[in-house]
């Protein structure tokens, strides 16, 4: 998949996950709202020039720390949205997996940060 279509997935993912927040389901806007940054990411690291190989990490974690190092470490990306990639993809490991129980507040401030994350990126890397 080529930038332009991860940045379109990604753009397409937060409208989701905030259709989500508004209808409450609030893990459903978690899980769409990780996505949606997860594909931003990828899209950023195609655009930047990193190699197939390395955007096609086989784990999540792979893929943001590959992330962290090529685009947040060397300033392309600020350190704070690095930090809420991690954050989200904590709730949505939440949300998905262990059962535990997400605010709404903990939800809504993902899809912002979800919002926050793809437009950023798109402005940069697109």
């Not at 954050?87 to 940060?113: F, H, P």
Request: glycine letters at 6%.
């Amino acid at each position: 998949m080529r930038a332009k279509e991860l940045f379109t997935k990604a753009q397409t993912a937060a409208t989701s996950a905030r259709i989500l927040l508004n209808a409450g389901d609030v893990d459903g806007a978690c899980n769409r709202a990780y996505y949606a940054m997860f594909d931003a990411a990828r899209a950023a690291l195609l655009a930047s020039g990193v190699g197939e190989s390395a955007v096609n990490t086989k784990t999540h974690s792979g893929l943001i720390s590959k992330f962290s190092l090529e685009l947040v470490k060397s300033g392309q990306v600020s350190v704070e949205l690095g930090k809420s990639l991690n954050k989200v993809e904590d709730l949505r490991l939440m949300a998905d997996y262990k059962g535990d129980c997400i605010s709404e507040e903990d939800a809504t401030w993902a899809v912002n940060q979800a919002d926050k994350f793809v437009e950023a990126l798109c402005a940069k890397f697109s």
